[in-house]
């Protein structure tokens, strides 16, 4: 019983494991895809890796006219981004955090970490990082009903209110039969997890023109230590998100009770496979005029309120 | 033969989700070439319908279905997009600039509608099983999301592409839960709607070069 209990905690330790190993790849795997889809040879996989290691071994520099809500932001950021990691559940592992409820704690620890970064952004009193909060504020505004009504769709179908309840429910045999409201909610997480890892067509991470900006103009003034904390964050950010999409409504697994290094690898290379998506959406997309991603976050909303619909109609065979 | 009528069911309950997703789509869009255009796939792939409906194991597939498929094909994809595309370019106008319901309280006013269609789908009884549950609730919202368009837009164009979005609802109708209703009906229908469709479009012309704009809730105030 004692062997079994120290397997479940191993198992449920796996995935943060992995998240805190491997999120930065992510980034890597993006990078090199619209590289090479360019036409460029592009940055090593492990750039992500090296920006960090060398962010982390610069010193700081503080404006005076910042408060300690700019040096705790990137903190609690972080921090509450990897307490949202342990929430999630990968493969078939369960998350090592797991209670009726916690879908609603995940959106809002992503949620404490908007505000914190947005706040610091808002405490340097510059005008363009102002700008810049006021517009991530608006976008994830507007994502967040997406997501939850997502999710509340995902919780319906499996009767479950915990990630875990739905990761394990949610098998190949009962996906074939909800595949029209999972698949909305899938396209409206699909959409979720490009805005609010400001990613093309919403935002690009690459610009650094004051007027388009939104996520990189809230941290321009952060640097060394606390820009790697922000970095990292956003890293995990997207690990979460991505590893919710695979976990909770695409069941790429198989399942059995000895089966879960294979689920394991699998979500893995799905994660891949969402990061290189991600790369092959930015680069063969434009970023949509910022009066225009509204409509995209409510096309999005719409998906999973459909789907809720759907659920609630009873229209599942 | 039954792996066949699951895919062909499969194929009409993702035409009936299309269709759905244009009309809110449609809600959302200001550019009137692209609410044309979405009617026009809308009318498509209700082309597709009928057959689809048939193969699935609902009545016999005979060639009034196909025939009826094909024209609606033709006309709703092909004839009424070019008369009304014709309209737009005499009438100069790109946007529907002013509706009476802003363009995302559309989109969520199409949401409640298609709530509401689900609601009352469940309690209307029928005289016999539908094809797929989707189509009662898809065709009820696809009727009042037309409706809608036709009352909450201020651009005559826009009024005719919600009337044709209606008609298409109640083609959904009529093929889903109707396929005992004589051929020489459905083709009557089509033909009011062409002529409709017709006569609006010219209507639109003159009004076009009268006032200088398509905007219905101006043509109430005199010109000098």
């Given amino acids: 019983m004692a062997g079994g209990l120290f397997m479940t905690l191993a198992k449920s330790l796996i995935h943060p494991i992995l998240a805190l190993i491997f999120a930065p790849l992510m980034l890597g795997v993006i990078g090199r895809t619209k590289a090479i889809l360019a036409g460029r040879e592009g940055p090593p996989l492990a750039q992500p890796y090296h920006d960090l290691r060398k962010l982390l071994g610069k010193g700081a520099v503080y404006s005076r006219t910042t408060t300690w809500i700019f040096r705790a932001g990137p903190m609690i950021g972080l921090a509450s981004t990897i307490v949202a990691v342990l929430l999630v559940p990968f493969g078939s592992c369960p998350a090592p955090l797991a209670f009726p409820g916690d879908l609603i704690l995940f959106a809002y620890l992503l949620g404490l970490a908007r505000l914190c970064t947005v706040l610091a952004a808002l405490d340097t009193g510059s005008a363009f990082e102002g700008m810049g909060a006021s517009r991530e504020v608006l976008f994830s505004a507007l994502a967040e009903p997406a997501l939850l009504l997502g999710l509340a769709a995902v919780a319906r179908e499996t009767r479950s209110l915990s990630l875990s309840g739905m990761q394990a429910a949610q098998t190949l045999s009962a996906w074939s039969g909800a595949w029209l409201p999972l698949s909305l909610v899938a396209v409206a997480l699909g959409v979720v997890l490009l805005s609010e890892n400001s990613r093309i067509p919403v935002d690009d991470p690459n610009t650094h023109l004051e007027l388009t900006m939104i996520h990189e103009v809230m941290v321009l003034d952060h640097g060394g230590p606390d820009l790697a904390f922000i970095l990292y964050g956003a890293a995990l950010k997207m690990w979460a998100l991505a590893a919710l999409l695979i976990g909770t409504v695409l069941p790429i697994r198989v399942g059995l009770p000895y089966t879960w290094p294979v689920d394991v690898a699998l979500s893995l290379a799905s994660m891949l496979g969402i990061a290189v998506g991600v790369g092959v959406v930015e680069s063969t997309m434009a970023r949509l005029r910022m009066s225009r991603v509204p409509q995209l976050l409510i096309f999005a909303t719409t998906l999973s309120t459909l789907a809720l619909v759907f659920e609630f109609g009873g229209l599942i065979r | ?224």
Avoid at chain 2, 106 to 122: E, H, N, R, T, Y
């Fill in chain 2, 1 to 224: 033969m039954s792996l066949l009528s699951d895919l062909a069911r499969l194929i009409a309950e993702l035409i009936l989700i299309f269709v759905v997703l244009t009309d809110l789509i449609l809600l959302g869009s200001s550019r009137l070439t692209s609410t044309i255009r979405l009617s026009a796939w809308q009318g498509m792939a209700l082309g597709f319908l009928p057959l689809m409906v048939s193969r699935a194991g609902f009545g016999p597939t005979t060639l009034r279905l196909v025939t009826l498929g094909a024209v609606l094909f033709a006309m709703k994809g092909f004839l009424f997009p070019r008369l009304l595309l014709r309209a737009l370019r005499t009438a100069e106008v790109r946007h529907e600039i002013r509706p009476i319901v802003g363009f995302q309280a559309s989109i969520l006013a199409g949401i409640a509608i298609v709530a509401a269609s689900f609601w009352m789908g469940g309690r209307l009884p029928l005289p016999r099983p539908a094809p797929t549950p989707l189509a009662l609730p898809m065709a009820l919202s696809t009727i009042l999301i037309g409706l809608f368009a036709i009352t909450t837009r201020a651009n005559a164009l826009n009024q005719v592409v919600g009337y044709l979005v209606m008609e298409n609802g109640i083609f959904i109708f009529g093929v889903a839960l109707a396929q005992e209703e004589p051929f020489i009906v459905e083709m009557g229908v089509l033909l009011d709607v062409f002529v409709a469709v017709f006569v609006m479009g010219i209507a639109i012309f003159h009004i076009g070069r009268e006032f200088d704009h398509i905007e219905v809730d101006q043509l109430s105030s005199l010109k000098d």
